[in-house]
């Protein structure tokens, strides 16, 4: 028998099948927690949004639209709770995880080259964590979740022009920081 797909498993949750959005909570879990660290770069608070973000989307599920997919939809919950999460926090610190694949590389076979590429994320993680918000976000929403311009100002509530504006100075600080 084949896994339900996301689109069902909304259905059932909608008719009070609990389990079914566990089911959502396993398979996006990871992929929200990355979101929410990469934007928050603290372990904890990434988990707190995380949890949040579930609590959220399941309280909202009857607006969802199914026909819609799941996996953008949560992680942009995700988003929007991290981004009024800036405004309330101190400045953001830096830790390398290694239980959860934060750079959603792949393994080299080649393991000098794979020590270099993990040098490299690691100084890209920590100078985009350095960047202020209002950047770290679209460049998040566009690099990561790969969101078109559009989308990114649906998200985030603010015009398109901000979104470029955004995007082009923080690429640009980023640049800089990691000295392109």
């Not at 996006?28 to 929410?36: D, T």
């Not at 934060?102 to 076979?109: L, Q, R």
């Not at 504006?165 to 640009?172: I, Q």
Request: hydrophobic share 35%.
């Amino acid at each position: 028998m084949s896994e339900p797909s996301d689109r069902q498993l909304v259905v059932d949750t909608r008719r009070g099948d609990d389990e079914a959005y566990g089911e959502l909570v396993r398979r996006y879990q990871n992929s929200v927690f990355n979101v929410c660290y990469r934007l928050l770069g603290e372990r904890r608070d990434a988990e707190d949004l995380m949890q949040e973000a579930f609590l959220r989307a399941y309280q909202r599920l009857s607006s969802f639209d199914e026909q819609r997919p799941f996996g953008p939809w949560i992680r942009r919950v995700a988003t929007n709770l991290c981004y009024n999460h800036f405004n309330k926090k101190r400045p953001v610190s830096f830790e390398l995880e290694d239980e959860f694949d934060i750079a959603e590389n792949k393994p080299s076979k080649n393991p000098e080259k794979a020590q270099q590429s993990a040098e490299t994320a690691e100084e890209v993680r920590s100078a985009i964590l350095e960047l202020p918000a209002n950047y770290r976000t679209v460049i998040e929403l566009r690099h990561f979740q790969e969101l078109s311009y559009k989308e990114i100002a649906t998200t985030l509530e603010i015009p398109i022009s901000d979104v470029k504006s955004h995007l082009f100075r923080g690429r640009k600080l980023l640049a800089e920081r990691l000295q392109i």
